[in-house]
């Protein structure tokens, strides 16, 4: 595999040679700079750390600091592990945006969202119970019954009901890779990517 960490930047949309619109997401990919590299012989199973995003020195532990020395790096402020990485990269070398290419596909790893405490039509997509007449005046987005009465006389485990919505770790699969502006380090995907705007995400094929 391959993989490089990148900051969601925001969304735009370029036009195909065909002339169709398609909406894409802004990744500011690396430059990444290789701080391990782990082998079998040393750690059992093969991977490539990349740490990416400059971190101030005071705010940086000892141990982190000489982490990072070395490496000959200024310390950084995310760092991901990537096994069985198909490039050969020595300590300390940089990884940047040209390890992909136009129109291959990709997989994005993102935190979505946090949405906060949510009802069960907004979290599950409930029509509620519906009928307005009959004197059900608060009933339009509840979720009716969750359970029985002396049997089983609980909640199944598992129930939709409303609670904590979105801050989830999810891989979306799949996404093209629209266009790659190396000089900038900005890499454009096709799609929605999962996160806020300066979120970090990972780009792995």
Avoid: W
């Avoid at 595999?1 to 065909?18: E, H």
């Amino acid at each position: 595999m391959k993989g490089i960490i990148g900051k969601k930047i925001g969304m735009t949309s370029v036009f195909d040679p065909s002339g169709k619109q398609i909406a894409c997401t802004i990744i500011e990919a690396g430059p990444n700079v290789v701080t391990q590299v782990k082998t079998t012989d040393s750690d059992g199973y093969k991977a490539l750390q990349l740490a990416f995003g400059e971190k101030k020195e005071k705010n940086t532990t000892k141990a982190e600091l000489n982490h990072f020395a070395k490496a000959q790096t200024s310390p950084k402020h995310f760092v991901k592990e990537f096994r069985d990485y198909s490039l050969e990269k020595q300590l300390g070398e940089s990884i940047t945006v040209d390890i992909f290419t136009e129109g291959e596909k990709v997989s994005v790893v993102g935190t979505t969202k946090g949405k906060g405490f949510q009802g069960v039509v907004k979290r599950h997509g409930f029509s509620g119970v519906g009928e307005a007449t009959h004197g059900q005046h608060d009933r339009s987005r509840a979720p009716g019954s969750v359970g029985g009465s002396s049997y089983p006389a609980r909640v199944f485990k598992g129930m939709r009901m409303a609670g904590r919505m979105g801050g989830d770790r999810v891989m979306l699969k799949g996404l093209k890779v629209v266009k790659i502006f190396a000089d900038k380090n900005y890499i454009l995907i096709s799609g929605a990517v999962p996160g806020h705007n300066g979120s970090i995400v990972l780009i792995q094929k």
